[in-house]
């Protein structure tokens, strides 16, 4: 029954994405005047149509704070499924490592939406990603951002890299920390593990459940000082999001 029912997920998953995109496709080619915020909002649309589809239960806390132009999120990282919790919420121009863009199909539609792809153990890629952040916020497009730069099951985040945050002091824009926890342990995708595998074990169950919280944004010009605040919210609400799964009597194992 689990493999019928991450079959029917990952089906629905693409199924539902390609539709998506050559909607968008059509849409464009008959109003020249649409541009990427049009992209931006029907895959925000998408992914609150899909969520629950693909047996996600998603306890969001929070709102977005109302600022005026766009906003680094920041987020820590669990999943390949981590972006569609930000982006149910936000508009954004995510940032992913660089062997998505080479998944089958997968890495197409990631692109075509607006993802900027990074190979983080190039120096060169991570000049040329952090130059496609600077464009698209100047554009006034947010962008998401893992700024650990690989996945962790730990209730602590990894040190998080410098470079968004020395973007976001030099432009003056707010970091908005968002953060995630699964249920279980097992529902991280970390190490070696490989994607259908970890897909079909994890959306093979009735149910993941997901809790999230959206904190404030933070102002500065000191890099070092936005990171270190951002990383503390996270650490913080990471904690609480355990306990409440803990009260709920819900074991990590």
């Not at 600022?67 to 919790?85: C, L, R, W």
């Not at 259908?196 to 959306?203: A, D, E």
């Not at 000191?222 to 990471?238: H, Y």
């Amino acid at each position: 029954m689990s493999k019928i029912r991450a079959t029917y997920r990952f089906s629905f998953f693409l199924v539902t994405a390609v539709w998506t995109v050559m909607r968008i496709m059509v849409s464009l080619k008959l109003d020249k005047q649409k541009g990427q915020d049009y992209i931006l909002e029907v895959r925000r649309k998408w992914v609150r149509y899909t969520i629950k589809r693909v047996g996600v239960k998603l306890d969001m806390k929070g709102v977005l704070p109302e600022i005026e132009g766009p906003a680094i999120i920041v987020q820590n990282h669990k999943s390949y499924f981590d972006p569609m919790t930000a982006l149910r919420l936000v508009k954004a121009m995510p940032v992913s490592k660089a062997e998505v863009s080479s998944w089958p199909l997968i890495g197409f539609l990631a692109d075509y939406t607006g993802v900027l792809f990074v190979r983080r153990e190039d120096r060169q890629s991570r000049k040329d990603t952090l130059a496609g952040m600077e464009k698209e916020l100047k554009k006034g497009n947010n962008i998401l951002i893992y700024p650990e730069g690989t996945t962790t099951a730990d209730p602590k985040t990894l040190q998080f890299k410098l470079g968004s945050f020395r973007l976001a002091a030099k432009l003056g824009v707010p970091v908005i920390p968002m953060s995630i926890e699964f249920s279980k342990d097992e529902d991280s995708w970390i190490g070696t593990d490989m994607f259908l595998p970890h897909f079909f074990k994890t959306f093979g169950k009735k149910e993941v459940y997901i809790k999230a919280s959206v904190g404030p944004a933070i102002y500065g010009d000191d890099p070092e000082k936005l990171l270190a605040e951002a990383q503390q919210w996270i650490d913080t609400d990471i904690l609480k999001l355990r306990k409440e799964f803990a009260e709920e009597g819900i074991t990590r194992d």
